[in-house]
Structure formats: structure tokens, C-alpha cells
């Protein structure tokens, strides 16, 4: 145990006591509620007493510090055991519950909403909307339950008038996912009267205080409690710290956090309205000279108005439910029978009781349709596991005991059983049974008073069944007249018949109990009324026909037929026996852990404890008992195999499995590892340990070894995970092969389909179209159509005779420097070259060309002539002439054809060649029209420029024949090829493609430039060329203005 308590604050734990007495139980108890212990153990019991005042006990940082630890680890709290329950629940997936039980105002309602508020701080890290939903819902439904449950009586001014009985579900992760209220016997009688000091139920005054004028005279209420019946008595009467106005507030708000619309929150406030109007109702008789002699009437007929108005039905049909009834008759028939003034109050007392009862059991059910868990499927989530927390009225007694608190400690004897069942008895059998060395603790066993209420035909509950089903007058008095015959040898049973020198009780009304918490007498009066918990059909029906569907859902059993005959309903007595075993039934199902709270004092004042009232509440809770036995016993025992399950690897013989001859000889030695012997005892088949201290050390050493496991299995888990995804990856690559492999296989096979006609002369496969290949085949793809083209072109050049080549030659050479820079380049027609020869282009002077070709062959040694044409120039001068144009394998002539083809200007194609035209003076001397010459005279030839060369030709974009040649040295040439047969033939591709093939055979580069303003040079001057197309130009002609030339060229 942590020290934060001193020896000062007395034991934390009764069972450490030095002698257990009374004497030093309370005198521990005193030493601790004086220090503010209000909490003290026994063993994994807690003990609670209501300090009545507010201590630094709970919060955030103190959930902190009793999260995640052991019960021991720290002094005694409500945490501690919240805790405990939560880590049971988590560690071995067990139901468990918490009881809470205690008097009335011991501080059960409180214990068990810190309770709450621990299990929502410790849950839902991972915060899932889901869950804080339901977190929110569990902890406002308290706040809503108290408003309609809860009343001030005498004992506490925040009475629980109902049992009430929650379960949280929780999924594997342990966080709540759900929950259901169970709630038990509401004290309905408190509707119609409260004892004095005593007030009606809170959402009474809530509405009457906390809701605003508007709403107020909707509902014809005036906020004054003293003007209704209902309310008068408790209308001085506030709760303590109370603001009603402000608990109205947070009830409204509650109800909007749970999920009650706003027309359900305006239907429940409509309800509690019509119940205080119903309370105010009142008949008389009208007398004689009246309306209608002997006949009842209502004498406030507002009052009904506003009825009618609240539970939205017929002003008429209220009036006539609450004056009479209807009946049917043997025949079916039905016949309306008045009611007289008794009979009229009885009948709407009943009604106002019956619509708070169904009030408050439909806000449990809407509660719990909004908490209860949805779409969890056990094979997919896992089984949900529950906290149940049980917060039941405690036992009561008052001047004068009724029905209700007859049944309120009937249950506690209940519970009261089941708490030494399973604490006191069930503990010592399970000693003999194992066979532990043990000496028996004597405790009062309360049985036999619940077999006095309980027992068939002869118990307290039948015989009030049977005087209430028996035909004819059966009174209270007769009903107590019956248990004395059956009970007056039963030593807890006594009346005034029975003792009738016992003036405590009155005779013919009293008869007493002695429960286990003390002796309690009830007074019959009201008994077989109650129990019979009657009420006419006709308000049924009514109320089922509302046009309100909140308050018509509260009345299912409405729709009933009133000629139909039914069962008769269980009794209000049978129907809460039932619930009671059903409880106990159910929270025997689960590992108890118990809160038994006890009152310090009857003046709910703090620091005051007083010693007689304690001492009576600790024997009745056997408190004492619950200290020997559990001193003597042992703090846990658990099953061998499930101990080792626990345990095992904290020891080397048992982890992973132990070769021990038998699961107890294995625990054996585990513990002796531990040294934990001396604190054990060995039973049959289970191991029983003294302290907790020696769970908490085994606990340690498990925690300290369970990160290594995890990571132990988190490896192997990886491990697995890789190989699995290692097999995977391989999966996928022998997939992706084969689909490779396929798809590779598709397009080859698809390729030899297409190509098998491509050998097919004359087009060899021309209008092939290329499959699109798979990506990996792309770069082989390329290469194949890069050899296709070549394997075809082959095929194509293979065929054209060698007298073709040339041309074709010279075609390819035009068509890689003009191809898609000029429109038309003349590649479709066969090219002549040698124009001026022919006798259709040159039909009147090709003789003459012929003898001029030859005298240059003498001179020159040309071996082919490569172009011919008749040209139109135009000089520097900006004169246009017609010349004629030669090209030969070794120059460029400009001929004069009207002077015979007399040569004008001859360039020589490659500078080397005018190196020996310097050389060979001859020669030189017909090289005509050279660079520096103005005025060309063939008779003095002027010298030839240093590395004289054609360089380069320019032609235009169009189809004009406009040609410019450059050559270094000379003025550069501007001509248009003209006077061709046909006419404006398209010969400038022709002189481009021999010269640019010539060329590139010869080695070097030749420059063709393609522009629409071609730039040139004429003695150092840069002049500009263009092309301007007319239509009526009859032949193409040469102009110039502001220094640049226009060729007009006669466009069709
Ligand atoms: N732990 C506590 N700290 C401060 N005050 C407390 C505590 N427990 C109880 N009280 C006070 O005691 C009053 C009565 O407590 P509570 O309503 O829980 O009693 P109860 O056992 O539920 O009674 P009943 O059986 O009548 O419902 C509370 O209103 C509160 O003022
Ligand atoms: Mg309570």
C-alpha cells in the first residue's frame, strides 16, 4: 500500500485490525471519517460514509492516479474498486458488477456516479465518436433519471424513488459500446401525497420553476407549487444547493444530449402539467334543484379543458372517464356506469399515478434505445463484456410504512442474501470443498426473512395476491388477519393481534418485520389497493388515442378492446418479486465488487458521526462477519491451469509449458521460485492466496515480462507477414512474366500476320499499318520499322535502271533540303536536266546550244551537262535580260542565247577547279562575266577571284522559278527559269536537287536556302529579291523599286 496515509488515519483495511469488535470497527471508522477517510476497505469490499460535505477526493488528477492500479496500490477509493471491476472485466473477459447498497442517503446515487465518471475518464483513448456517445448518454441519463426519480423526502433530500440498475457493455478494446437501465418499482404514490417534509418527484418543480412564462401559460400553469394538490405539500420545501430553475436547465439540456427531440421534451412537460391539472380536479355531487338530481360533475370544468388541451384528446371523453366507467355487460354489451365523488377521486388518482409511472418508464426505454449497442456482431467484435452498477433504494423506515417500503426492504434483504451468499457463505463452502484448514465464521443468515416475504402460497406477497384476486369485499384488515394465522410462530413476523401488549403497533392495521437491518412496522392500510394497482380501461384507451404520439406510445395496452376478456394482470407485488430474482439472478451471474455505504447521522450534516446509528448499520450489514471470514480466508483463489495461463512465464519450469507431473505441482514451483510459499494454500484444484500483496508482486514480475512476449510474437507475426508478402511478390512477378511473355507473343504473331503480303511488288507493304507494341517491345519496334524502311526502299531502288539513278539521286538530295519548305519542288515529273538540248523545250535554237556545248566540252573537259534552261535575269542595274542558264559537272554558265549561247559568265562549281582556270590561260580566257567585271568582254577576260565557287542557291516558298545562286567572288545570280514547254514548268527542284546531288558527290556542302525575301550581294551592295504573283503578267518579269526586286510572276 502506498503511504500516503499515516497511522493517524487509522487502518485502510478493516481485516488489519488488531481485534475484530464492534468497539474497533467503529472506533477505525471514527479515527478515518474524522481524518476525511470516508473510504476503508475490507478486503475487496469498499466501505463508504457520506460525508455530507464536498472533498478534494475526486477530479481528473485523482482518476489519474488510481488508473491501471492494483486495489492496494493506493488508500481506499471508489476509483480503486471502479478500477478493479474494469480491469476484471478487461483481464479475463468476466461480467462484473458493482452493488451498491446502504440506506437511504447513505450516498449510493453519488458513489455510484463517480463510478461513472471514473469508467468514462479511463475509456476511449482513441477517442471514437461512437463510444464518447455512449459515454455522454450514461453519464447525462443519471442527471434525467434524477429529475423524474428522485424525490426530498425525511432521510435525503435526493432520494432515489426507484431502483435502479445499469449495465455498460464494452467491446474487447474495453470501451463502453452500450448500455441498458433497468429500473425498479418508482414509488408512485408519491405523485398524489408526501409525507410532511417531504416533497413530490423533482421534474414536478423543475417545470413549475425553471420553465419560462411563455411556456408556462402554454401549459395554464402559474409557477406557484402551492396552487396544485400534487405539489402543495412540498412547495416550502426546497432540495439542498438547489436552483431549480438551473436544474431544469440541465435536465432540458440532458435530454437534448441523449437524443430526446424537442417535441418529446414539449410532450413530457405537457404530461407533468396534465398530471398537477388532474390533481386539482374535484367532483361534488349536485344536488337536488340542480341540472340532474344525484349526478356528479366536475367542479372546476377548466381544469378538464386543460386536460384534455395537455394530453392532446377530447375535452368530452376526459370529462366522461373521469365520471364514469364503462362496462361490459354478460351479452357484450357495454353499458356506462356513473362513478360516485369516491369512486371519481380514486379513479383519477390512479390515472394521474399510472401516467407519471408510464412517464418515467418511457424516458428509461427512450434512454435506452438511444444507449443500447447497435450493428455489434459477437463473431466480428468480439463478446461484449458488462459492468453492471446497481444503485437501489436503501432500506427505509418511516413513521408509517407502506406498501412501497415494504417492497423497498424486501430488496434489500435480497441483496442482502445475495451478499452473503457469495461473500460469506459461498466463501467458507468453497474452503471445506477444496479442503483448507478453516474455522467457520458464525453470520446472521437473513433467509428465512425472505422466505417470509417471498415463499409460495404462505409468503407475505401470495397472501396479498390471493385477497386481491378473491371476489367479494376483501379489506386490509382481513389480508392482516390471514398472516397472522399463517406467520404467528414466525420469529420475524409479529403484530398487535400476535402481541397485543406491544402498543407500538395498532391493532388490526400494523404487523412488523424484523429485517435484518432492524425491526420495521407496516401499516396494511392501502396494501391490497396497491398491489391490485388498478386503473379503468377507459383512461387507457383514452390516453392510447391521443393525438400526442409521446403520450399515445406510453399506452399500448390502449388498443385493447374493452369487451375482450384478458388474463389478469401480475400484481404489482409478484411483478416486482420477479424483477428482484431476476436482479439477483443476474448479478450472481457476475464477479461482485460491493460498495457498502453507510449514513454518519440522521441530520445530513458534515463531520458528525453518530456512534448508535453506525453501530446499527454495521451489524445489519454484517460488516463484521465480513471481516472474519475475510481474514481468516484468503485474498484469491484461482483455478490451477488458469493460474499457470497467468502466471507461467514468470518462471523458467512452467514457460512455455511446464513437465511437471500435474498443473499444482507446476504452480508449486513457481512459487517457490518466487518465494511466495508461506502465503498460499493449496485446495484441490485451486490456489488460495492469503494476501494481495503476493497477486500484486505476481502481477509485477508478469508485466515486467509481457513486453518481451509481444515482442516475441510480434517478431514471429512479422516474420510470417514478410514471408507472406514475400510470396505474394513473387506470385505477381511470375504473373507479370507470363503476361509479358503473352503479350509479346500476341504482337509478333500479329506482326507476321500483317507483314506476310509486304515482299508483294509493287508497293512492298507500303500501306502497312504497325500494330501498337507492348512497351517493352517499343525500341525493338523502332528498329524494325527503321529496317523496314530500308529493306523496302531497297526494294524500291533495286528496280529503277542505272540510267534513273542519277535523276533519282538528285531528286532524293531536292527532297531532303526542300521538302516542306517549298510547295512544289517538281518531283513527279521526270527531270530532263539538259532542257536547252531538247527540241520541244528549245525547238528553234538547240542546234545552236548543241555546237556551243560542244566547243565547251573542248575547253572545259566536262564529262556530263546537269542542268539547262532559258532564264530571265536582272542585273545591277536593274535591267532584265534573257540569258540561258548551263550547268555542267564543272561550272555554271550564263549564256547569251541570242548570240549563239555565247558564254557571258562562267563559275566553276568547286574552288579547285578555279585554281587551274587561273592556271590555264586559255581557259581562263573564256571564263566570261566574272566578279569585278562591269562590262564583260570576251575579248580581254578578266583574271578569276581567288577560290572562286558556286556556294550556295536561294528559291522562294511558291511555285515561282525564281532562283538566286551565290557564288564566292561573283555578284550573286538572280534569274527566273522561263520560256519551258509546258510553260511556268516547275524546274526550280530540278536545278536544286542535280546541283545539291552533284555536290554532295563531290564531297562538300552546298547551301540552299528557302525564303520568300531572299537577300543577296551585287558589288558589295545588299540588295532584297521577292516574288510578287499577277494573274495578267503574261511572262515573268523583273522590277525594281527603292532598290529590292519583285519578281512578277504570272500566277494562274
Ligand atoms: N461522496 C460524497 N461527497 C459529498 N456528499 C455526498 C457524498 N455522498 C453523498 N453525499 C451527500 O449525501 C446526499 C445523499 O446521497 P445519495 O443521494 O447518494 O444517497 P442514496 O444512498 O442514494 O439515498 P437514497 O436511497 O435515498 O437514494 C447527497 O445528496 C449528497 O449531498
Ligand atoms: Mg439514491
Redesign the pocket.
Known amino acids: 500500500m502506498e503511504d500516503e496515509e499515516g497511522p493517524e488515519c487509522g487502518k485502510p483495511d478493516f481485516v488489519l485490525l488488531d481485534q475484530v469488535t464492534m468497539d474497533d470497527f467503529m472506533e477505525n471508522l471514527k479515527i478515518r471519517f474524522q481524518k476525511g477517510r ?1 473510504y476503508t476497505y475490507i478486503g475487496e469490499v469498499l466501505v ?1 460514509v ?6 478534494p ?2 477530479g481528473p488528477e485523482a482518476i489519474a492516479r488510481y488508473q491501471g492500479r492494483e486495489l492496494y496500490e493506493r488508500p481506499p477509493h ?1 476509483y480503486a474498486v471502479a478500477n478493479a471491476a474494469y480491469r476484471a472485466m478487461k483481464r479475463r473477459s468476466r461480467d462484473t458488477c458493482i452493488v ?1 447498497s ?13 463510478i461513472m465518471q471514473y469508467i468514462a475518464a479511463v475509456t476511449n483513448p482513441s477517442q471514437r465518436a461512437e463510444v464518447e456517445r455512449v459515454k455522454d448518454v450514461l453519464l447525462k441519463s443519471t442527471c434525467v433519471l434524477e429529475a423524474f426519480g ?1 424525490a426530498r ?1 425525511n ?7 426507484f431502483g435502479k440498475y445499469m449495465d455498460i457493455n464494452f467491446d474487447f478494446k474495453g470501451d463502453p459500446v452500450g448500455g441498458h437501465i433497468h429500473s425498479y418499482l418508482l414509488e408512485k404514490s408519491r405523485v398524489l401525497k408526501q409525507h410532511v417534509g417531504e416533497r413530490n418527484f423533482h421534474a414536478f418543480y423543475q417545470v413549475l420553476r425553471g420553465c419560462e412564462d411563455e411556456e408556462l401559460r402554454k401549459l395554464h400553469l402559474q409557477r406557484n407549487p402551492a396552487l396544485y394538490n400534487f405539489t402543495r405539500q412540498g412547495a416550502g420545501l426546497s432540495v ?2 438547489t436552483d431549480e430553475k438551473s436544474h431544469h436547465q440541465a435536465v432540458t439540456e440532458a435530454m437534448r444530449v441523449i437524443g430526446f427531440s424537442p417535441e418529446e421534451v414539449d410532450s413530457v412537460h405537457r404530461i407533468l402539467a396534465a398530471i398537477l391539472h388532474l390533481g386539482n380536479i374535484e367532483f361534488v355531487e349536485v344536488e337536488e334543484g340542480g341540472l340532474e338530481q344525484g349526478r356528479l360533475a366536475v367542479t372546476e370544468e377548466v381544469l378538464v379543458d386543460h386536460v384534455a388541451e395537455l394530453t392532446a384528446t377530447p375535452r368530452e371523453l376526459v370529462l366522461r372517464c373521469l365520471l364514469a366507467r364503462t362496462v361490459a355487460s354478460g351479452g357484450r354489451e357495454l353499458i356506462e356506469k356513473g362513478h360516485t365523488a369516491a369512486e371519481a377521486s380514486y379513479a383519477r388518482d390512479a390515472c394521474a399515478k399510472a401516467v407519471y409511472q408510464r412517464l418515467f418508464e418511457w424516458v428509461v426505454n427512450r434512454i435506452n434505445s438511444v444507449m443500447e449497442t447497435r450493428g455489434r456482431d459477437p463473431r466480428r467484435d468480439g463478446k461484449d463484456t458488462v459492468i453492471g452498477v446497481l ?4 432500506f ?1 423506515v418511516f413513521p408509517v410504512n407502506s406498501f412501497e417500503q415494504f417492497c423497498i426492504n424486501y430488496c434489500n434483504e435480497k441483496l442482502q442474501q445475495l451478499f452473503i451468499q457469495l461473500i460469506l457463505k459461498q466463501e467458507q463452502e468453497e474452503y471445506e470443498r477444496e479442503g483448507i484448514t478453516w474455522q467457520t465464521v458464525e453470520y446472521f443468515n437473513n433467509a428465512t426473512i425472505v422466505d417470509l416475504v417471498e415463499r409460495p402460497h404462505r409468503g407475505i406477497l401470495a397472501v396479498l395476491d390471493e385477497a386481491c384476486s378473491t371476489a367479494g369485499p376483501i379489506t386490509d384488515r382481513i389480508f392482516l388477519q390471514t398472516l397472522d394465522t399463517h406467520h404467528r410462530h414466525h420469529p420475524h413476523y409479529t403484530s398487535r393481534q400476535l402481541c397485543p401488549t406491544d402498543k407500538t403497533m395498532e391493532f388490526g392495521r400494523d404487523f412488523r418485520i424484523k429485517h435484518y437491518a432492524g425491526d420495521v412496522t407496516y401499516s396494511v392500510e392501502g396494501f391490497i389497493d396497491k398491489n391490485r394497482d388498478f386503473l379503468f380501461q377507459d383512461f387507457k384507451r383514452l390516453l392510447y388515442n391521443s393525438t400526442d404520439p409521446t403520450l399515445r406510445a406510453m399506452w399500448p395496452d390502449g388498443q385493447q378492446d374493452i369487451t375482450e376478456v384478458t388474463k389478469r394482470p401480475l400484481t404489482a407485488g409478484t411483478l416486482f418479486k420477479n424483477s428482484m430474482v431476476a436482479l439477483v439472478e443476474n448479478l450472481a451471474s457476475k464477479e461482485p465488487f460491493y460498495v457498502r ?1 453507510i ?1 454518519p447521522n440522521e441530520d ?1 450534516v458534515a463531520k458528525k458521526l453518530d456512534e448508535g446509528h453506525c453501530r446499527h448499520q454495521v451489524a445489519y450489514l454484517g460488516l463484521l462477519e465480513n471481516v472474519r471470514v475475510r481474514r481468516a480466508g484468503f485474498a484469491s483463489r484461482q483455478p490451477y491451469p488458469r493460474f499457470l495461463l497467468r502466471y507461467k512465464m514468470t518462471c523458467e519450469y512452467t514457460w512455455p509449458n511446464h513437465l511437471l507431473g500435474s498443473d499444482k505441482a507446476a504452480v508449486g514451483a513457481l512459487l517457490e521460485q518466487h518465494g511466495l510459499q508461506g502465503d498460499v494454500a493449496f485446495g484441490h484444484s485451486k490456489l488460495f492466496i492469503r494476501s494481495p500483496r503476493t497477486l500484486v508482486m505476481l502481477e509485477q514480475s508478469r508485466a515486467c515480462l509481457i513486453p518481451i512476449i509481444v515482442l516475441l510474437l510480434q517478431k514471429a507475426w512479422r516474420g510470417t507477414l514478410a514471408r507472406r508478402y514475400c510470396r505474394r511478390l513473387r506470385a505477381v512477378y511470375t504473373i507479370m512474366r507470363s503476361f509479358r511473355r503473352h503479350k509479346v507473343r500476341t504482337h509478333l504473331t500479329e506482326m507476321q500476320r500483317r507483314f506476310q503480303a509486304a515482299r508483294q511488288p509493287p508497293l512492298y507493304g507500303r500501306d502497312l499499318v504497325w500494330p501498337p507494341p507492348p512497351a517493352v517491345l517499343q525500341p525493338f519496334q523502332d528498329i524494325c520499322q527503321a529496317l523496314f524502311c530500308r529493306w523496302r526502299a531497297r526494294q524500291l531502288v533495286k528496280n529503277i535502271p542505272p540510267s534513273d539513278m542519277a535523276q533519282i539521286k538528285a531528286k532524293v538530295a531536292a527532297m531532303r533540303v526542300l521538302q516542306e519548305l517549298r510547295q512544289d519542288w517538281g518531283c513527279r515529273r521526270a527531270w530532263a536536266q539538259d532542257y536547252l538540248s531538247s527540241a520541244t523545250d528549245n525547238p528553234t535554237a538547240a542546234d545552236l546550244f548543241a555546237q556551243r556545248l560542244k566547243t565547251l566540252r573542248e575547253k572545259d573537259g566536262f564529262r556530263a551537262v546537269l542542268f539547262s534552261s532559258h532564264v530571265r535575269k536582272v542585273n545591277r542595274f536593274n535591267k532584265s535580260r534573257d540569258r540561258a542558264l548551263l550547268l555542267t559537272d564543272r561550272h555554271l554558265y550564263k549564256l547569251e542565247p541570242g548570240r549563239q549561247y555565247r558564254v557571258m559568265r562562267a563559275v566553276p562549281l568547286d574552288a579547285r577547279l578555279s585554281e587551274e582556270g587561273r592556271d590555264a590561260a586559255g581557259g581562263v580566257g573564256m571564263l566570261l562575266g566574272c566578279g569585278a567585271c562591269l562590262t564583260p568582254d570576251p575579248e580581254t577576260p578578266p583574271p578569276l577571284p581567288a577560290a572562286a565557287q558556286v556556294t550556295g542557291l536561294s528559291v522562294t516558298s511558291g511555285r515561282d522559278q525564281l532562283v538566286v545562286l551565290h557564288a564566292r567572288g561573283y555578284d550573286d545570280l538572280v534569274v527566273c527559269l522561263h520560256r519551258s514547254r509546258p510553260p511556268l514548268d516547275n524546274r526550280v527542284g530540278e536545278l536544286v536537287g542535280v546541283l545539291t546531288a552533284h555536290c554532295q558527290g563531290e564531297g562538300r556542302a552546298l547551301e540552299v536556302r528557302v525564303s520568300d525575301c531572299i537577300p543577296l550581294t551585287q558589288r558589295g551592295a545588299r540588295r532584297l529579291v521577292s516574288v510578287e504573283p499577277r494573274p495578267e503578267q503574261p511572262e515573268p518579269d523583273f522590277r525594281c523599286s527603292h532598290g529590292a526586286f519583285t519578281l512578277l510572276w504570272p500566277s494562274s
Open positions: 470516508i463508504s457520506n460525508p455530507y460535505e464536498e472533498l477526493l475526486y471508489l451498491i446502504g440506506e437511504s442517503g447513505a450516498g449510493k446515487t453519488e458513489a455510484s456516479k463517480h428522485n423526502t432521510r435525503n433530500h435526493n432520494s432515489s424513488r439542498l444547493d444503485d437501489i433504494y436503501g427505509e455505504c449514513k445530513k
